[in-house]
């Protein structure tokens, strides 16, 4: 486990939602020692509930490291909260403008300075009936080839027992069972020193879902089944994918 150096008001952080997700979680853990202790790293994860950072970030704070999500830009123009949000190293993203390349200057800069940055690669909850993986956007794909760092698969089970978006359900009794397995770095070797067109990416996408998709099903005891495409249609798993770009 890496030594943990954080600032005054990440501790603040830590002091408000670690007691509570002790009361509010029961968790179990797998591949804690899967992600690095020190260094830079992807998180790429499902992404079934909007309680899914809390989860998350429990489970990367408890392998030592600190976590480091992304959010829209919009949300730091709150007052006060773009100042906590700083404080506690959180990344704010623009999307569908020029200032997106900003933002993915900021993610490869937090990774060379050795962050553990987290992404949902399918880019929101899943509309998955029964909230298996849908197919992803290439974001961290991209990150990967520019910054070389590994890309470590999550699967994450329980956090819709909090909040199910399905239902709009949402619960606060003690004790609900969250399941977190970290996986071996996803192997995109194959790639390296790649350029990052739209076919490298999409491939490289389809790896890294298709790992985490195998996670979440070791997780369940199920078989997992293709990867969604919202609209009702399955994807089935092949060496040169299409679609799936940002």
């Known amino acids: 486990m890496a030594q943990r150096k954080l600032g005054f008001w990440q501790w603040v952080a830590v002091g408000l939602a670690l007691p509570t997700m002790k009361v509010w979680t029961k968790h179990t853990w797998t591949g804690l020692d899967n992600l690095p202790a020190t260094g830079g790293a992807i998180i790429v994860s499902n992404h079934l509930s909007h309680f899914d950072p809390l989860v998350l970030a429990h489970f990367i704070f408890g392998a030592g490291r600190w976590p ?5 830009a919009s949300i ?8 906590l949000l700083n404080k506690v190293e959180q990344i704010p993203v623009e999307r569908g403008s ?7 200057d900021t993610l490869v800069a937090a990774i060379r300075a050795g962050g553990i940055v987290v992404i949902y690669p ?3 909850t899943t509309r998955e009936p029964d909230l298996w993986p849908m197919r992803g956007k290439t974001g961290a794909a ?19 027992r909090v909040f199910d978006p399905r239902t709009k359900r949402f619960s606060v009794r003690p004790r ?6 970290a996986g071996k770095p996803v192997d995109l070797s194959r790639w390296q020193g790649e350029a990052a067109s739209r076919t490298v990416l999409e491939q490289m996408t389809e790896a890294i879902m298709l790992t ?13 089944p293709p ?13 040169t994918p299409d679609g799936g770009t940002e």
Do not use: C, H, M, N
């Open 68 to 72: 480091q999500f992304l959010g829209k």
């Open 76 to 83: 730091w123009k709150v007052p006060g909260v773009g100042f």
């Open 98 to 104: 020029v200032e997106a390349v900003r933002s993915l």
């Open 122 to 124: 399918e880019g929101t």
């Open 142 to 160: 991209r990150l990967a080839l520019l910054t070389g760092a590994p890309v470590i698969p999550v699967a994450l089970d329980g956090a819709q």
């Open 176 to 181: 609900i069972p969250v399941r977190v397995a």
């Open 212 to 224: 985490i998709r195998d996670l979440l099903g070791e997780l369940r005891g199920a078989p997992p």
């Open 227 to 239: 990867l969604y495409q919202p609209g009702g249609r399955r994807t089935a798993v092949t060496d």
